[in-house]
């Protein structure tokens, strides 16, 4: 069984995830914490529950949902793990987070890339990267099918899909992504987004004005 803990964080309200198993072993996904007390507030989640961090995962590199990876690669000593072509998303990230007045500490480079299709073992679990991209050029999502969730970052949300207007994004390249990679999955999984509410595959394939019809 993992169990899922989900913070919002910092000024754009990003959603962070902390998955749980078992053996109290933790994979931080998307540290979004900004603020002093978000910061603490996950440390001391982490500290209080008797968690073991052992990854540190990006499902993409704009820098809403890498405030936090300095901190996490700092504390556990562990590098942040994302798609390749994600790269020059980190690369930009201070000088974007300049450009919306958000300065932070810079992300730590990747411990490695992460690609398509790989299985991430998590206790008696698998989690398989999905290849999203669209909203970033390298986004990816992570899809667990024996607990039914998938972690897709700023690719699909409840009624909406993610913004198309930055830097690597293309809104038919993300449409196909959501229904090739997202849409082919069981209507029972859970979809836990970058932003708002989590939602299911069932739901938005029924729902979501961007993709129905």
Same mark, same amino acid.
């Given at each position: 069984?993992?169990?899922?803990?989900?913070?919002?964080?910092?000024?754009?309200?990003?959603?962070?995830?902390?998955?749980?198993?078992? +053996?109290? *072993?933790?994979?931080?996904?998307?540290?979004?914490?900004?603020?002093?007390?978000?910061?603490?507030?996950?440390?001391?989640?982490?500290?209080?529950?008797?968690?073991?961090?052992?990854?540190?995962?990006?499902?993409?590199?704009?820098?809403?949902?890498?405030? @936090?990876?300095?901190?996490?690669?700092?504390?556990?000593?562990?590098?942040?793990?994302?798609?390749?072509?994600?790269?020059?998303?980190?690369?930009?990230?201070?000088?974007?987070?300049?450009?919306?007045?958000?300065?932070?500490?810079?992300?730590?480079?990747? @411990?490695?890339?992460?690609?398509?299709? *790989?299985?991430?073992?998590?206790?008696?679990? *698998?989690?398989?990267?999905?290849?999203?991209?669209?909203?970033?050029?390298?986004?990816?999502?992570?899809?667990?099918?024996?607990?039914?969730?998938?972690?897709?970052?700023?690719?699909?949300? =409840?009624?909406?899909?993610?913004?198309?207007?930055?830097?690597?994004?293309?809104?038919?390249?993300?449409?196909?992504?959501?229904?090739?990679?997202?849409?082919?999955?069981?209507? *029972?999984?859970?979809? =836990?987004?970058?932003?708002?509410?989590?939602?299911?595959?069932?739901?938005? +394939?029924?729902?979501?004005?961007?993709?129905?019809?």
């Amino acid at each position: 069984m993992i169990e899922i803990q989900q913070f919002t964080f910092g000024p754009l309200q990003e959603n962070t995830f902390l998955l749980i198993n078992g +053996k109290k *072993e933790c994979i931080i996904i998307d540290p979004g914490c900004y603020f002093q007390d978000e910061r603490k507030e996950l440390l001391q989640y982490i500290q209080t529950h008797g968690l073991n961090v052992i990854r540190l995962l990006n499902t993409h590199c704009h820098f809403d949902h890498i405030f @936090g990876n300095k901190l996490v690669s700092d504390t556990y000593k562990l590098r942040p793990e994302f798609h390749e072509l994600e790269q020059p998303i980190l690369d930009n990230s201070q000088r974007a987070g300049a450009m919306y007045n958000i300065p932070f500490e810079p992300s730590p480079q990747s @411990g490695r890339y992460l690609v398509e299709g *790989e299985k991430i073992l998590f206790g008696t679990d *698998e989690i398989t990267v999905l290849f999203t991209p669209g909203h970033s050029p390298g986004s990816v999502s992570f899809y667990c099918p024996s607990q039914q969730f998938v972690i897709g970052g700023d690719v699909l949300f =409840f009624q909406s899909i993610g913004r198309t207007d930055l830097p690597g994004g293309n809104h038919q390249v993300l449409l196909q992504s959501i229904r090739e990679k997202l849409f082919v999955l069981p209507d *029972e999984i859970r979809v =836990f987004p970058g932003h708002g509410p989590s939602t299911t595959i069932g739901f938005e +394939k029924k729902h979501n004005p961007f993709l129905v019809g």
